[in-house]
Protein backbone atom coordinates (compact mmCIF):
# COMPACT_ATOMS: atom_id res chain seq x y z
CA UNK A 1 0.00 0.00 0.00
CA UNK A 2 1.66 3.60 -1.49
CA UNK A 3 2.61 6.41 1.47
CA UNK A 4 -1.19 8.32 1.12
CA UNK A 5 -3.93 5.61 2.03
CA UNK A 6 -1.74 5.29 5.20
CA UNK A 7 -1.33 9.07 6.01
CA UNK A 8 -5.35 9.04 5.19
CA UNK A 9 -5.63 5.61 7.61
CA UNK A 10 -3.67 7.37 10.21
CA UNK A 11 -5.60 10.28 10.51
CA UNK A 12 -8.40 8.65 10.12
CA UNK A 13 -7.45 6.61 13.22
CA UNK A 14 -5.94 9.23 15.08
CA UNK A 15 -9.03 11.34 14.99
CA UNK A 16 -11.69 8.34 16.56
CA UNK A 17 -13.11 9.67 19.49
CA UNK A 18 -13.35 7.01 22.36
CA UNK A 19 -16.97 6.48 23.36
CA UNK A 20 -18.54 7.01 19.81
CA UNK A 21 -18.90 4.50 16.83
CA UNK A 22 -16.18 5.22 13.95
CA UNK A 23 -16.17 7.94 11.05
CA UNK A 24 -18.23 7.11 7.51
CA UNK A 25 -15.41 6.52 5.79
CA UNK A 26 -13.96 3.49 7.78
CA UNK A 27 -17.82 2.28 6.80
CA UNK A 28 -17.21 3.71 2.88
CA UNK A 29 -13.64 3.86 1.76
CA UNK A 30 -12.06 1.60 -0.91
CA UNK A 31 -8.95 2.52 0.73
CA UNK A 32 -10.17 1.41 4.41
CA UNK A 33 -11.75 -1.78 3.06
CA UNK A 34 -8.81 -2.93 1.33
CA UNK A 35 -6.26 -2.02 4.46
CA UNK A 36 -8.71 -4.41 6.74
CA UNK A 37 -8.95 -7.61 4.01
CA UNK A 38 -4.81 -6.80 4.02
CA UNK A 39 -4.62 -5.67 7.93
CA UNK A 40 -7.16 -7.02 9.64
CA UNK A 41 -8.52 -10.58 7.92
CA UNK A 42 -4.95 -11.39 6.71
CA UNK A 43 -2.82 -11.11 9.98
CA UNK A 44 -5.32 -12.06 12.41
CA UNK A 45 -6.64 -15.63 13.28
CA UNK A 46 -10.32 -15.59 11.21
CA UNK A 47 -13.06 -18.20 11.75
CA UNK A 48 -13.63 -20.47 8.52
CA UNK A 49 -15.33 -23.39 8.92
CA UNK A 50 -16.70 -26.24 11.67
CA UNK A 51 -14.93 -29.63 11.05
CA UNK A 52 -18.13 -31.39 10.61
CA UNK A 53 -18.33 -29.17 7.20
CA UNK A 54 -15.59 -31.27 6.25
CA UNK A 55 -16.52 -34.85 8.44
CA UNK A 56 -14.71 -37.38 6.11
CA UNK A 57 -10.75 -37.58 4.87
CA UNK A 58 -10.74 -36.34 1.36
CA UNK A 59 -13.47 -33.35 2.53
CA UNK A 60 -13.10 -29.63 0.86
CA UNK A 61 -15.02 -26.67 1.13
CA UNK A 62 -13.31 -23.14 -0.37
CA UNK A 63 -13.62 -19.78 1.91
CA UNK A 64 -13.33 -16.60 0.40
CA UNK A 65 -11.14 -13.48 2.56
CA UNK A 66 -11.17 -10.68 0.21
CA UNK A 67 -9.23 -11.96 -3.26
CA UNK A 68 -7.78 -14.77 -1.28
CA UNK A 69 -9.73 -18.29 -1.96
CA UNK A 70 -8.58 -20.40 0.44
CA UNK A 71 -9.03 -24.44 0.41
CA UNK A 72 -9.82 -26.34 3.68
CA UNK A 73 -9.63 -29.96 3.83
CA UNK A 74 -9.20 -33.01 5.80
CA UNK A 75 -6.40 -35.36 4.75
CA UNK A 76 -6.35 -38.96 5.15
CA UNK A 77 -5.07 -38.54 8.31
CA UNK A 78 -7.81 -36.79 9.24
CA UNK A 79 -6.44 -33.92 9.96
CA UNK A 80 -7.48 -30.67 9.13
CA UNK A 81 -5.09 -28.91 6.04
CA UNK A 82 -5.39 -24.96 5.07
CA UNK A 83 -3.66 -23.87 1.36
CA UNK A 84 -4.24 -20.92 -0.93
CA UNK A 85 -6.17 -22.52 -3.64
CA UNK A 86 -3.61 -21.57 -6.17
CA UNK A 87 -1.94 -23.76 -8.44
CA UNK A 88 2.01 -23.77 -8.13
CA UNK A 89 2.60 -24.23 -11.90
CA UNK A 90 0.61 -20.80 -13.71
CA UNK A 91 -1.30 -20.29 -10.95
CA UNK A 92 -4.74 -21.45 -11.92
CA UNK A 93 -7.61 -21.91 -8.99
CA UNK A 94 -7.47 -25.43 -8.33
CA UNK A 95 -10.57 -25.79 -7.05
CA UNK A 96 -13.85 -23.73 -8.55
CA UNK A 97 -16.93 -24.90 -6.15
CA UNK A 98 -17.08 -24.20 -2.60
CA UNK A 99 -17.44 -27.94 -1.32
CA UNK A 100 -16.67 -31.50 -2.74
CA UNK A 101 -14.84 -34.63 -1.98
CA UNK A 102 -11.61 -35.33 -3.70
CA UNK A 103 -8.55 -38.43 -3.32
CA UNK A 104 -5.78 -35.43 -4.55
CA UNK A 105 -5.97 -32.12 -5.76
CA UNK A 106 -6.16 -31.98 -9.74
CA UNK A 107 -6.01 -28.83 -10.86
CA UNK A 108 -7.72 -28.71 -13.85
CA UNK A 109 -5.72 -26.62 -16.28
CA UNK A 110 -2.54 -29.50 -16.61
CA UNK A 111 -3.22 -31.46 -14.09
CA UNK A 112 -0.70 -30.85 -11.57
CA UNK A 113 -1.93 -32.94 -8.44
CA UNK A 114 -1.55 -32.72 -5.11
CA UNK A 115 -1.88 -34.65 -2.04
CA UNK A 116 -3.89 -33.74 0.78
CA UNK A 117 -1.38 -32.38 2.68
CA UNK A 118 -0.53 -30.14 -0.14
CA UNK A 119 2.53 -31.94 -1.62
CA UNK A 120 2.95 -32.15 -5.20
CA UNK A 121 2.89 -35.96 -6.47
CA UNK A 122 2.26 -36.04 -9.86
CA UNK A 123 3.06 -33.88 -12.54
CA UNK A 124 4.29 -34.42 -16.69
CA UNK A 125 6.41 -32.80 -18.98
CA UNK A 126 8.50 -31.11 -16.48
CA UNK A 127 11.72 -32.89 -17.55
CA UNK A 128 14.05 -35.49 -15.10
CA UNK A 129 15.59 -32.17 -13.10
CA UNK A 130 12.12 -30.87 -11.96
CA UNK A 131 12.06 -31.00 -8.40
CA UNK A 132 8.47 -32.00 -7.12
CA UNK A 133 9.70 -31.07 -3.47
CA UNK A 134 9.67 -27.19 -4.39
CA UNK A 135 6.14 -26.86 -5.62
CA UNK A 136 3.88 -27.26 -2.86
CA UNK A 137 0.87 -26.07 -2.40
CA UNK A 138 1.42 -22.96 -0.13
CA UNK A 139 -0.35 -23.83 3.63
CA UNK A 140 -2.14 -21.32 5.56
CA UNK A 141 -1.94 -22.00 9.39
CA UNK A 142 -4.72 -23.45 10.38
CA UNK A 143 -6.30 -24.34 14.08
CA UNK A 144 -9.36 -26.69 15.53
CA UNK A 145 -10.70 -25.40 18.92
CA UNK A 146 -12.68 -28.32 19.75
CA UNK A 147 -14.18 -28.53 16.44
CA UNK A 148 -14.20 -24.93 15.39
CA UNK A 149 -11.46 -24.03 12.36
CA UNK A 150 -10.16 -20.99 12.37
CA UNK A 151 -7.12 -19.97 9.65
CA UNK A 152 -4.20 -17.14 9.73
CA UNK A 153 -3.15 -16.35 6.61
CA UNK A 154 0.07 -14.61 7.98
CA UNK A 155 3.27 -15.84 8.11
CA UNK A 156 3.41 -15.38 12.05
CA UNK A 157 0.11 -15.60 13.52
CA UNK A 158 -0.56 -14.08 16.55
CA UNK A 159 0.81 -16.46 19.37
CA UNK A 160 -1.92 -15.68 21.29
CA UNK A 161 -3.92 -18.35 19.73
CA UNK A 162 -2.84 -21.24 22.24
CA UNK A 163 -4.05 -19.10 24.79
CA UNK A 164 -7.58 -18.76 24.05
CA UNK A 165 -7.50 -22.90 23.07
CA UNK A 166 -6.61 -23.24 26.62
CA UNK A 167 -8.97 -21.16 28.36
CA UNK A 168 -11.98 -21.93 25.80
CA UNK A 169 -11.40 -25.89 25.49
CA UNK A 170 -13.21 -27.15 28.40
CA UNK A 171 -16.00 -24.82 28.03
CA UNK A 172 -16.18 -26.13 24.38
CA UNK A 173 -15.44 -29.69 24.79
CA UNK A 174 -18.69 -30.78 26.31
CA UNK A 175 -20.94 -30.09 23.50
CA UNK A 176 -18.45 -32.34 21.21
CA UNK A 177 -18.93 -30.12 17.89
CA UNK A 178 -16.73 -32.92 16.34
CA UNK A 179 -19.42 -35.89 16.79
CA UNK A 180 -22.04 -33.26 14.97
CA UNK A 181 -22.93 -33.02 11.13
CA UNK A 182 -24.07 -29.93 9.85
CA UNK A 183 -27.81 -29.77 10.23
CA UNK A 184 -28.21 -25.94 7.97
CA UNK A 185 -26.08 -23.96 6.06
CA UNK A 186 -27.63 -20.76 5.07
CA UNK A 187 -25.24 -17.62 3.68
CA UNK A 188 -26.59 -13.86 3.58
CA UNK A 189 -25.23 -10.94 1.57
CA UNK A 190 -25.39 -8.53 3.56
CA UNK A 191 -25.21 -4.65 1.60
CA UNK A 192 -23.09 -3.34 4.57
CA UNK A 193 -19.59 -2.89 5.69
CA UNK A 194 -18.20 -6.02 7.86
CA UNK A 195 -17.66 -3.78 10.53
CA UNK A 196 -21.40 -2.66 10.73
CA UNK A 197 -22.48 -6.13 11.00
CA UNK A 198 -19.99 -7.03 14.03
CA UNK A 199 -20.83 -4.33 15.80
CA UNK A 200 -25.00 -5.34 15.23
CA UNK A 201 -23.76 -8.62 17.16
CA UNK A 202 -21.89 -6.85 20.20
CA UNK A 203 -24.92 -5.62 21.52
CA UNK A 204 -28.36 -6.37 22.20
CA UNK A 205 -30.08 -2.56 22.57
CA UNK A 206 -32.03 -3.20 19.56
CA UNK A 207 -32.95 -7.12 20.84
CA UNK A 208 -36.43 -6.16 22.31
CA UNK A 209 -37.14 -3.62 19.67
CA UNK A 210 -36.43 -6.17 16.26
CA UNK A 211 -36.03 -9.74 17.37
CA UNK A 212 -39.26 -11.33 18.57
CA UNK A 213 -38.27 -14.74 17.60
CA UNK A 214 -34.74 -14.33 19.57
CA UNK A 215 -36.40 -12.74 22.34
CA UNK A 216 -38.66 -15.48 23.46
CA UNK A 217 -35.41 -17.51 25.14
CA UNK A 218 -33.27 -14.50 25.76
CA UNK A 219 -33.69 -12.86 28.93
CA UNK A 220 -33.04 -8.86 27.96
CA UNK A 221 -30.65 -8.26 31.34
CA UNK A 222 -28.22 -10.45 30.24
CA UNK A 223 -26.97 -8.65 27.52
CA UNK A 224 -26.56 -4.94 29.69
CA UNK A 225 -29.42 -2.61 31.07
CA UNK A 226 -29.95 0.50 32.80
CA UNK A 227 -30.61 0.00 35.99
CA UNK A 228 -33.56 2.07 36.95
CA UNK A 229 -36.53 1.95 40.11
CA UNK A 230 -39.29 0.18 37.62
CA UNK A 231 -36.66 -2.61 36.12
CA UNK A 232 -34.48 -2.98 39.49
CA UNK A 233 -36.74 -6.14 40.63
CA UNK A 234 -36.55 -7.91 37.13
CA UNK A 235 -32.62 -7.17 37.31
CA UNK A 236 -32.03 -8.60 40.25
CA UNK A 237 -33.74 -11.79 39.35
CA UNK A 238 -31.89 -12.26 36.22
CA UNK A 239 -28.99 -11.53 38.90
CA UNK A 240 -30.20 -14.68 41.14
CA UNK A 241 -30.98 -17.41 38.36
CA UNK A 242 -27.27 -16.25 36.89
CA UNK A 243 -25.68 -17.04 40.49
CA UNK A 244 -27.86 -19.90 40.69
CA UNK A 245 -27.44 -21.67 37.14
CA UNK A 246 -23.84 -21.13 37.15
CA UNK A 247 -23.26 -23.26 40.25
CA UNK A 248 -25.88 -25.91 39.09
CA UNK A 249 -23.66 -25.81 35.59
CA UNK A 250 -20.27 -25.99 36.94
CA UNK A 251 -20.85 -28.57 39.51
CA UNK A 252 -22.58 -30.32 36.41
CA UNK A 253 -18.80 -29.80 34.98
CA UNK A 254 -19.61 -27.30 32.59
CA UNK A 255 -17.65 -23.96 33.15
CA UNK A 256 -20.11 -20.90 32.92
CA UNK A 257 -18.38 -17.80 34.59
CA UNK A 258 -17.51 -14.90 31.78
CA UNK A 259 -13.97 -14.84 30.42
CA UNK A 260 -13.57 -11.39 28.69
CA UNK A 261 -10.43 -10.18 26.78
CA UNK A 262 -12.38 -8.62 23.35
CA UNK A 263 -10.18 -5.69 23.35
CA UNK A 264 -7.35 -6.69 25.83
CA UNK A 265 -5.46 -9.24 23.55
CA UNK A 266 -4.79 -9.83 19.72
CA UNK A 267 -7.03 -12.42 19.24
CA UNK A 268 -9.32 -11.00 21.36
CA UNK A 269 -12.72 -13.53 22.40
CA UNK A 270 -15.56 -13.32 25.17
CA UNK A 271 -17.09 -16.28 26.63
CA UNK A 272 -20.46 -17.26 29.06
CA UNK A 273 -22.80 -19.59 29.61
CA UNK A 274 -26.34 -17.67 29.98
CA UNK A 275 -29.23 -18.66 30.99
CA UNK A 276 -32.40 -19.14 28.68
CA UNK A 277 -35.79 -18.01 29.65
CA UNK A 278 -39.16 -19.86 29.54
CA UNK A 279 -37.85 -24.15 28.90
CA UNK A 280 -34.30 -22.63 29.26
CA UNK A 281 -33.20 -25.29 26.80
CA UNK A 282 -32.27 -23.82 23.59
CA UNK A 283 -32.78 -21.06 21.12
CA UNK A 284 -35.94 -21.99 19.65
CA UNK A 285 -39.68 -20.59 19.55
CA UNK A 286 -40.52 -22.53 22.70
CA UNK A 287 -37.16 -22.42 24.66
CA UNK A 288 -37.13 -26.10 24.35
CA UNK A 289 -34.49 -28.42 22.39
CA UNK A 290 -35.04 -28.24 18.57
CA UNK A 291 -32.99 -31.70 18.80
CA UNK A 292 -33.77 -34.80 21.13
CA UNK A 293 -30.07 -36.52 20.62
CA UNK A 294 -28.57 -34.02 23.66
CA UNK A 295 -25.03 -33.72 22.40
CA UNK A 296 -21.82 -35.61 23.74
CA UNK A 297 -22.98 -36.68 27.49
CA UNK A 298 -25.31 -33.93 27.87
CA UNK A 299 -27.95 -35.46 30.10
CA UNK A 300 -29.99 -32.30 31.41
CA UNK A 301 -31.54 -29.93 28.14
CA UNK A 302 -31.65 -26.65 30.53
CA UNK A 303 -28.09 -26.17 30.38
CA UNK A 304 -28.69 -22.78 28.84
CA UNK A 305 -26.40 -21.35 26.27
CA UNK A 306 -22.69 -20.84 26.05
CA UNK A 307 -22.02 -17.76 23.75
CA UNK A 308 -18.65 -17.69 22.28
CA UNK A 309 -17.75 -14.28 20.81
CA UNK A 310 -14.29 -13.64 18.58
CA UNK A 311 -12.80 -10.78 16.85
CA UNK A 312 -12.53 -9.78 14.44
CA UNK A 313 -15.38 -12.15 12.75
CA UNK A 314 -17.19 -14.54 14.78
CA UNK A 315 -20.18 -15.66 17.47
CA UNK A 316 -21.27 -18.83 18.21
CA UNK A 317 -24.04 -20.72 20.33
CA UNK A 318 -23.45 -23.98 22.71
CA UNK A 319 -26.60 -25.61 23.65
CA UNK A 320 -27.57 -28.95 24.97
CA UNK A 321 -29.09 -30.03 21.41
CA UNK A 322 -27.29 -28.07 18.67
CA UNK A 323 -24.42 -25.46 17.65
CA UNK A 324 -25.56 -22.30 15.75
CA UNK A 325 -22.54 -20.55 14.31
CA UNK A 326 -21.99 -17.14 12.86
CA UNK A 327 -18.77 -16.17 10.35
CA UNK A 328 -18.20 -12.85 8.69
CA UNK A 329 -16.55 -12.43 5.90
CA UNK A 330 -16.04 -9.15 3.99
CA UNK A 331 -16.81 -8.72 0.41
CA UNK A 332 -16.36 -5.09 -0.38
CA UNK A 333 -16.82 -2.26 1.64
CA UNK A 334 -20.68 -2.31 1.06
CA UNK A 335 -20.91 -6.20 0.89
CA UNK A 336 -20.34 -9.05 3.83
CA UNK A 337 -21.16 -12.12 3.67
CA UNK A 338 -22.65 -13.59 6.83
CA UNK A 339 -22.78 -17.56 7.08
CA UNK A 340 -25.14 -19.38 9.32
CA UNK A 341 -24.18 -23.24 10.25
CA UNK A 342 -26.66 -24.90 12.91
CA UNK A 343 -25.05 -28.55 13.29
CA UNK A 344 -27.13 -31.36 15.48
CA UNK A 345 -25.31 -34.28 16.78
CA UNK A 346 -24.45 -36.92 14.06
CA UNK A 347 -26.76 -39.56 14.75
CA UNK A 348 -29.48 -37.44 15.23
CA UNK A 349 -32.42 -38.12 12.37
CA UNK A 350 -33.84 -35.79 10.37
CA UNK A 351 -37.46 -35.38 10.62
CA UNK A 352 -37.27 -38.03 13.57
CA UNK A 353 -35.47 -35.99 15.88
CA UNK A 354 -35.52 -32.94 15.01
CA UNK A 355 -37.36 -30.72 12.25
CA UNK A 356 -34.53 -28.23 10.30
CA UNK A 357 -37.64 -25.51 9.79
CA UNK A 358 -37.87 -25.43 13.93
CA UNK A 359 -34.03 -25.52 14.10
CA UNK A 360 -33.19 -22.62 12.35
CA UNK A 361 -36.68 -20.49 12.99
CA UNK A 362 -35.18 -17.99 15.24
CA UNK A 363 -32.07 -17.29 13.40
CA UNK A 364 -33.41 -17.03 10.19
CA UNK A 365 -35.74 -14.44 11.76
CA UNK A 366 -33.40 -13.01 13.91
CA UNK A 367 -30.87 -12.85 11.04
CA UNK A 368 -33.16 -11.21 8.20
CA UNK A 369 -33.87 -8.51 11.05
CA UNK A 370 -30.23 -7.89 11.53
CA UNK A 371 -29.71 -7.89 7.71
CA UNK A 372 -32.36 -4.81 7.04
CA UNK A 373 -30.78 -2.69 10.42
CA UNK A 374 -26.95 -3.21 9.17
CA UNK A 375 -28.45 -2.21 5.95
CA UNK A 376 -30.10 0.88 6.68
CA UNK A 377 -27.22 1.67 9.08
CA UNK A 378 -24.82 1.16 5.40
CA UNK A 379 -27.27 3.81 3.89
CA UNK A 380 -27.28 6.23 6.60
CA UNK A 381 -23.84 6.03 7.00
CA UNK A 382 -23.12 6.71 3.34
CA UNK A 383 -25.89 9.93 3.50
CA UNK A 384 -23.27 11.90 3.93
CA UNK A 385 -25.56 13.86 6.80
CA UNK A 386 -23.71 10.87 9.35
CA UNK A 387 -21.82 11.63 12.19
CA UNK A 388 -20.06 9.46 15.26
CA UNK A 389 -22.83 9.24 17.80
CA UNK A 390 -22.55 7.96 21.29
CA UNK A 391 -22.20 4.21 22.73
CA UNK A 392 -24.99 3.43 25.47
CA UNK A 393 -22.60 3.34 28.72
CA UNK A 394 -25.00 0.50 29.99
CA UNK A 395 -25.80 -2.03 26.61
CA UNK A 396 -22.51 -0.78 23.97
CA UNK A 397 -19.96 -1.36 26.33
CA UNK A 398 -18.81 -4.65 23.86
CA UNK A 399 -19.03 -2.29 20.58
CA UNK A 400 -17.27 -0.04 21.41
CA UNK A 401 -14.36 -3.17 22.37
CA UNK A 402 -14.87 -3.94 19.12
CA UNK A 403 -13.98 -0.46 17.89
CA UNK A 404 -11.10 -0.56 20.36
CA UNK A 405 -9.98 -4.14 19.39
CA UNK A 406 -10.22 -2.60 15.69
CA UNK A 407 -8.52 0.43 15.80
CA UNK A 408 -5.91 -0.85 17.72
CA UNK A 409 -4.91 -3.52 15.24
CA UNK A 410 -5.42 -1.16 12.55
CA UNK A 411 -2.77 1.12 14.05
CA UNK A 412 -0.36 -1.87 14.54
CA UNK A 413 -0.25 -2.73 11.26
CA UNK A 414 -0.22 0.59 9.56
CA UNK A 415 3.07 2.34 9.18
CA UNK A 416 3.29 6.02 10.66
FE1 LIG B 1 -2.22 -25.75 -12.61
FE2 LIG B 1 -0.95 -25.58 -14.91
S1 LIG B 1 -1.83 -23.98 -13.79
S2 LIG B 1 -1.38 -27.33 -13.75
FE1 LIG C 1 -29.59 -8.58 16.24
Given amino acids: MSTAPN????????????GYSLEAPFYLSDTVFQADVERVFGQHWIFAAVEPQLPEPGDYITVEVGRKSIIIARDDDGEVQAFHNV????????????KGVVGNLVCPY?????????????????GT?????????????????????????ADEPPADIDDMVAQMTPYIAPHRLKDCKVAAQVDIIEKGNWKLVMENNRECYHCVGNHPELTLSLYE?????????????GMQRFRDILAESHKRWEAMGLPSAEIETLDTRVTGFRTQRLPLDRAGQSQTMTAEVASKKLLGDITDPAIGGLSFWTQPNSWHHFMSDHIVSFSVMPIGPDQTLVRTTWCVRKDA?????????????????????????????QIGVASGAYEPGPYSPYTEELVEKFANWYVGRMRAHTPA
Fill in 7 to 18: AMLNELLERRRP
Fill in 87 to 98: CRHRGSRLCASH
Fill in 110 to 126: HQWTYDLKGALIHVEHM
Fill in 129 to 153: EFDKGKHGLKKVHVRSLEGLIFICL
Fill in 221 to 233: YGFGYQPSPSNAE
Fill in 349 to 377: VEGVDYDVANLTKVWNATNEQDRRLVEES
